[in-house]
């Protein structure tokens, strides 16, 4: 990414930072209702919950080489481990005109050796124990292999 690029997401973010917090949950909105409106658990949420909600969002996209000025994770990397507690609640991109369309692999290790134990798509979110109860993660989660890409939401206990 070029250091002009770079200066524009920065300047982006300053903008948003900067707006009045009715107008930010409004442009969330527009970015993001939809994602968190089709993950199960939250379809009986109330729409303003769900307009607050959208505005503390962050977004975390792999592969590596795509970075547009969000936090990135590669191919090979993990979003969490068996018996870490993680602090993010993960919402999977539903691919609305987006290059994006990977989905996430969990994995239980085993000697040396990885076993897929099953792979969410778009549309699904994944965390919630570590993420409500503060309790260990039971398996690995990482992209899946020989996938694009994937965007995911995170919710992050810390604001």
């Not at 969330?28 to 949420?45: D, F, K, Y």
Request: charged share 20%; hydrophobic share 45%; with cysteine.
């Amino acid at each position: 990414m070029s250091n002009n690029s770079r200066a524009e997401v920065l300047e982006t973010r300053e903008v948003f930072d900067k707006l009045p917090h009715s107008l930010q949950i409004a442009v969330a909105q527009h970015l993001s209702r939809w994602v968190i409106e089709e993950v199960p658990i939250m379809q009986h949420c109330n729409g303003n919950f769900i307009d607050a909600l959208c505005a503390l969002l962050k977004v975390l996209t792999f592969p590596l080489n795509l970075n547009i000025g969000e936090e990135v994770m590669t191919r090979d990397a993990f979003l969490f481990r068996t018996n870490e507690v993680t602090n993010k609640l993960f919402f999977i991109h539903t691919v609305r005109n987006s290059y994006y369309f990977g989905s996430i692999e969990f994995v239980v290790e085993e000697d040396d050796s990885l076993m897929v134990t099953q792979a969410l798509g778009p549309g699904s979110a994944f965390g919630y124990i570590s993420f409500f109860f503060q309790m260990k993660q039971t398996e690995s989660a990482r992209s899946k292999l020989g996938s694009v890409g994937a965007k995911l939401f995170t919710l992050s206990r810390e604001v």
